[in-house]
């Protein structure tokens, strides 16, 4: 006895739903290999620990960097490295211990003659203009502030770039040797930078942040950006159930 038409077409349907069913998880797994590579190899997750980048970047914040330099470990670059440029916010390994993820700002490149005074950056003369840069009330602090100075060695500076800073200093400048850039936090008073370690070398440099994909907020009583806190007595059930993010910084472009 044959089969009817009607169920001979139900059996081809379901061969073409079998079929077509195997193709579409291939392709699937096929993304998800792909993407996973390119997050392993070209993307890193990155997130803020300290106040040195405020206002620009907060404590809290979750990062997605961009590698764009050889990997440390095994020595691999998939991608190009593009040239890093006055101004840019790079995350690197810490130079003094390389195990430790830094993240700062670029303010001088390579045969630069850089110089503080009250705070402000000169770059071969001239005056930088750092719109990001903020200077919060603190104690007066010569080394800090009108570097570079030699009269007197700040505790927090490292004896080895107390040492090899006095060799580069040419008419109270300093100048960057080549393959090394000068970095600052944006939180000028409130950050351990190169005034206090030395030079970034290019080959520590890990890339830039690209994108905050969320940010946890404080528990501290103001945030930064001026906003509450994380918890706060007589806030809303609703706000205390979303007050933990500050959902206004998420999937934020980084400048």
Sequence with gaps: MSNSPASHSATQARERQHHGFLPALQSLLTIIVIAVFIITLAIQPFRIPSESMEPTLLVGDFLLVDKQNVDWQTGLNPFPSPNIRRGDIIVFHYPIDPSIHLIKRVIGLPGDHLKLREGHVYINGQALIEPYAI???SSPDNFRDNFPRLQMADPEIDSRWWVKMHT?????ELIIPAGNYFVLGDNRNDSEDSRYWGFVP??????RPILIYFSLRSINANEPDGSQALEHPHSSMLESVLGFARWNRTLSIVR
């Design 135 to 137: 200077y919060r009330p």
């Design 168 to 172: 580069l200093i040419d008419n109270g």
């Design 202 to 207: 290019r080959e520590n440099i890990v890339g």
